[in-house]
T-cell receptor, first 113, second 117 residues
Framework: SQQGEEDPQALSIQEGENATMNCSYK?????LQWYRQNSGRGLVHLIL?????REKHSGRLRVTLDTSKKSSSLLITASRAADTASYFC?????????????FGKGTHLIIQP | GAVVSQHPSWVICKSGTSVKIECRSL??????MFWYRQFPKQSLMLMAT?????????EQGVEKDKFLINHASLTLSTLTVTSAHPEDSSFYIC?????????????FGNGTRLTVT
């Protein structure tokens, strides 16, 4: 299994601070994606980084990928209360299509106002 | 953007009955849809891949006779939990992608909370 493993499992920070979450995986990937899930809702795609990319930005989000360490990080800068959610990384198998997505256990992020 | 609609949002049923959950792609066609199951504070577990016009592909350990999947059109897939039992209580989420490549992000429905009493 190449299930991603996020850490920390839970994180609580003050509004305005930066939040960093990490994800590790086991086997070769085509791409790694980060999703956000608000309580009791479906997942929302945040960002996708390809295996040949090392860093990607989208608004207040910054994702890095280190294929040699099989790890990725998601940084949320200047956090807001609305960022409170669970964040999952998902990996796509090498050679697979979208059906190759495997989700990690998630990081529950709480932003305190 | 691509929208996936799931219905119902929540359902409570008695043990032994069957429950059908619908997943629709509203503004795109999806030859493939995915059904996930999520327990509280846990990750998503892929149950099956629903293929339009053909049989679904089930993940190891998922009973195909219990979780019936029908993908009758390019915009609709249904998951029927047959003879539901309390242990089937969970959060079921469907997803689909308007693209077909490996770099196509998934779009998720808002999930269905199933409670079997």
């Amino acid at each position: 299994s190449q299930q991603g493993e996020e850490d920390p499992q839970a994180l609580s920070i003050q509004e305005g601070e930066n939040a960093t979450m990490n994800c590790s995986y086991k086997t070769s990937i085509n791409n790694l994606q980060w999703y956000r899930q608000n309580s009791g809702r479906g997942l929302v795609h945040l960002i996708l980084i390809r295996s040949n990319e090392r860093e990607k930005h989208s608004g207040r989000l910054r994702v890095t990928l280190d294929t040699s360490k099989k790890s990725s990080s998601l940084l949320i800068t200047a956090s807001r209360a609305a960022d409170t959610a669970s964040y999952f990384c998902a990996t796509a198998y090498s050679g697979g299509g979208a059906d190759g997505l495997t989700f990690g256990k998630g990081t529950h992020l709480i932003i305190q106002p | 953007g691509a929208v996936v609609s799931q219905h119902p949002s929540w359902v409570i049923c008695k043990s032994g009955t069957s429950v059908k959950i619908e997943c629709r792609s509203l503004d795109f066609q999806a030859t493939t849809m995915f059904w996930y199951r999520q327990f509280p504070k846990q990750s998503l577990m892929l149950m099956a891949t629903s293929n339009e016009g053909s049989k679904a592909t089930y993940e190891q350990g998922v009973e195909k006779d219990k979780f019936l999947i029908n993908h009758a059109s390019l915009t609709l897939s249904t998951l029927t939990v047959t003879s539901a039992h309390p242990e089937d209580s969970s959060f079921y989420i469907c997803s689909a992608s308007p693209g077909t490549g490996i770099y196509s992000p998934l779009h998720f429905g808002n999930g269905t909370r199933l409670t079997v009493t």
